[in-house]
């Protein structure tokens, strides 16, 4: 593009050469790059349908603790990370020595970061200023969204048999306060948590349930009442409202101008039928259905 004829198209290619050769540029695009990679089986476990709390929850908590690992070894990650945008500058014509060279710095600025020594290298200088804020910003996002509301409804993950041998009643006891509404007296959830953690502590590992669903097979409700409700809670708790969500942005495709006059009943037949695919009956099926509606003088045939 920077060969065309087009005067115009010639400035703007060099423009976007330019862009991509900046040293700043190369250095955010490969943090991102990391970040969203480990970010991308929570965006994954999260949007899923049917995600289970257990499983959301785990996979959120393994990804804060990797996102700390680096913010505890900072220096060593952020060595290789900007080697790899030294690599990836070399490709694209932008020696070591312009990555090396640190963006020009002020005694004050407002507009961007600017920590650090005045004579520092362009490692410590991205490290500090780009980095770690990156880190600081995403664990930051995640704790206030997985914050203390949200731990404690997860702490109505230890009543499940995986977690409840190495759990205690003190481990359940903020959620079964945040629904006390629907429970007995405090000292009966207590017994009947007891009696359910020495029931599975007698048992062996091969037929321990890991999830909700599974272990609310397992929970008697005439015998555990209480712990039933409450893994009942657990099982419907959604994790997200990206579920719902998919159903809103099919509804903007589904109700156009064409069919504005169409009745809220065939309107919600439609979503459905867009929804549950999996459910959807063949055509085959509905002919058959159609045909056995009432006898006919001609068979219905294809």
């Known amino acids: 593009m920077l060969a065309w004829d087009s005067l115009d198209t010639r400035k703007d290619a060099r423009r976007l050469l330019k862009s991509l050769q900046d040293p700043q540029f190369l250095v955010a695009l490969v943090l991102a790059e990391k970040v969203s990679a480990v970010l991308r089986p929570v965006s994954r476990s999260l949007q899923q349908i049917g995600s289970d709390l257990v499983k959301a929850m785990s996979t959120i908590s393994a990804t804060q603790s990797k996102l700390y690992t680096w913010r505890k070894g900072e220096e060593n990650e ?13 490709n694209i014509g932008v020696t070591r020595e312009e990555m090396d060279a640190i963006p020009r710095a002020v005694s004050q600025s407002r507009f961007r970061s600017n920590a650090g ?6 490692i410590d200088y991205y490290r500090i200023n780009v980095f770690l804020p990156l880190l600081d910003e995403v664990a930051g996002d995640m704790k206030a969204r997985f914050g203390p509301h949200q731990q404690k409804i997860a702490t109505l993950t230890r009543i499940l048999p995986c977690f409840v041998k190495e759990s205690t009643w ?10 006390g509404v629907f429970l ?6 207590e017994g009947e948590y ?3 953690k020495q029931q599975w502590l007698s048992r062996g590992t091969s037929t321990v349930a890991n999830t909700a669903i599974g272990a609310l097979g397992d929970c008697q409700g005439d015998v555990f009442p209480n712990l039933h409700t409450l893994l009942n809670i657990l099982t419907v708790l959604p994790v997200t409202t ?3 969500e998919r159903l809103f942005s099919k509804l903007n495709s589904t109700l156009t101008a064409i ?3 169409m009745s809220e009943e065939r309107l919600e037949s439609l979503l459905l039928l867009q929804v549950h695919r999996d459910r959807t009956p063949t055509s085959d099926k509905l002919i058959d259905s159609f045909a056995a509606l009432k006898s006919r003088r001609i068979p219905l045939k294809l």
């Not at 952020?78 to 070399?90: P, V, W, Y």
């Not at 020594?117 to 362009?122: F, I, L, S, V, Y």
């Not at 007995?184 to 959830?189: A, E, K, M, N, T």
């Open 78 to 90: 952020f060595a290789s990370m900007f080697e790899e945008a030294m690599l990836l500058g070399e």
């Open 117 to 122: 020594e005045a004579n520092q290298k362009a």
């Open 170 to 179: 003190q481990d359940i006891l903020p959620a079964a306060l945040k629904y």
């Open 184 to 189: 007995d007296p405090l000292s009966i959830v």
């Open 194 to 196: 007891e009696i359910w």
């Open 242 to 244: 990206a579920e719902p």
């Open 259 to 261: 069919r504005s006059t």
